[in-house]
């Protein structure tokens, strides 16, 4: 399996380590064990020593096995590197992820750097694109950047592989997770990457790389960022000009289930177990043992929906949830490429619409590309070309022209078309 592969020193390491789960820190606040999601994968993601008391530290580098669609890379490994918990306030924590260099000759000053955001895989360990490999739409879409001339690397998220739970869509905590997996590896192969960063990310992972554009300044002053590419936008701006008409809540067992358990509820609320009835009960041990497929397949054969899933009306648990997707619009440091399909049906055109809304609203270079036919799978690599020349545009010195001026309120999703790659 993909995610078998095992260190040369993983014997010894066993012996120290144990099977037990490592905390960040002895004294950490960090919720630790099966019921936050955490699994013994291997001994690579388990940190026993003293960790670094910097965030974006390589902590340890391993090959990663050859996944069919990523053909492009000279060197494919598996990360482990530190960040800063948001959520559990635990200080450094430990955080996993994948670091791809193209195959030849490295360029005059380096490569430049592609920051990968995932969308929604899970809460548990075991959905760690690092220990599965990425999935072939992901995969395909690195290909692309490698085969480009771009190294990629590509962060599991905090608690996705690492201890603790996966601050699910906690766009900020995410965003930290991104911008440390840049510092390690600019820090690591410094001889190979240049200066010149751009994130991309999808879905939950639009969320995490317009979480990590809006940080960058005060988080990583230290991160050479040149752009951002988002498609599928999941945030939220309650305080932006235009009011989607269909309601932005995430109404889905899946969904809800998982921002349960990533981190969601507040502290001192009733826990996940008590708000989940019998009925569902399935459903949450999926999403602390595998991951969202294996999730939607027990929903499906048991018949739950959100109106069994929880022992109140699923109203009355989004409204017990920190709003996690909302942001306040303001002045970003680079430019932005947003990207939606028009035939989205899970994120739905008119909300999307409403983050481009917003971010021109605060005077941002952004500009909004759609996709007729495209779903909320296919948008993401139907927008690969335009991200290309837009990040392209900008090594070559080019300043995006901004569309705000034109952009204008999509209709509903429309229906999905043949020959868009992964448009299911």
Known sequence: MLGRLMPKSAVALIAIMGVAVATAHADSLLPVGPKVGDKDLSPFYRWSQTLPESPGVM??????LAQPEITSAGLAERILYTSTDLRWHAGIVPVSGTL???????PAGGWPLVAWAHGTLGVSDACAPSWTGHKPRDATYIQRWLENGFAVVATDYQGLGGPGPHPYLIWEAEGRSV???????????RDRLASKVFVTGQSQGSGAAMGATTIATAYAPDVPLLGTVATGLVSTFPDGPYKPPQTTAIGSPIYTSLMLLGGSLPDGAPTADDLVSDKGKPVLTAARESCSPDMREIASRDGITSDNVYVEPMTQVLAR?????????????????LGTGLADSTLVPTRQYAEVAALCS????????TYPGATHNGGLNAAFPDALAFFRGMLAGQKPQSNCAAVTEPGPPGEAVQGIAFND
Do not use: F, H, Q
């Open 179 to 189: 911008l440390d997996a840049v510092r390690a590896a600019l820090s690591a192969y």
């Open 362 to 369: 605060a005077g941002n270079d952004v500009v909004w590309k």
């Open 321 to 337: 949830l920190t709003p996690i997707t909302d942001m306040k619009a303001m002045r970003l440091k680079v430019p932005v490429l």
């Open 100 to 106: 791809y260099l193209p195959k030849g000759e490295v």
């Open 59 to 64: 902590l340890r580098e391993e090959p990663m």
